[in-house]
């Protein structure tokens, strides 16, 4: 199993529902996104991905992340936009990304809300 992984980074406000502390507030951060991507088989040229497709897949997603309030977008409108739910987020939408590049997947997606908090989501 071949594995390449990618980072970027974003910058949003959100509010945890139903959380009692200073997070039910609205504030922000600056979060930093690893995608893990695995694979079987390389292709002709003797890699997995190209990281240039990887990043550009991935910073297609943070784009409709970045400066917004996660709150508002549709998919945190019914769960809250903590980590373990942006990871989840990330996830599924790069899958979906990558139909394209057969025998490539997700294996995780870390998000770090901060330099030494981080949450993960992987199947």
């Not at 951060?29 to 497709?53: A, C, M, P, S, Y």
Request: glycine content about 6%; overall charge positive.
């Amino acid at each position: 199993m071949y594995e390449v992984s990618v980072i970027a980074d974003f910058s949003s406000a959100h509010f945890l529902r139903g959380y009692m502390g200073k997070c039910e507030n609205l504030h922000g951060h600056n979060w930093k996104v690893e995608v893990l991507l695995k694979g079987r088989k390389l292709n002709k040229t003797g890699i997995l991905l190209d990281f240039k497709q990887a990043r550009e897949a991935l910073n297609n997603i943070l784009w409709a992340l970045d400066h917004k309030n996660l709150n508002d977008l549709e998919f945190f409108k019914s769960r809250n936009p903590s980590s373990e739910n942006i990871a989840f987020y990330i996830f599924r939408q790069m899958q979906a990304g990558l139909k394209d590049f057969r025998g490539v997947s997700v294996a995780k997606v870390k998000v770090w809300e901060q330099e030494n908090s981080c949450a993960v989501y992987y199947e």
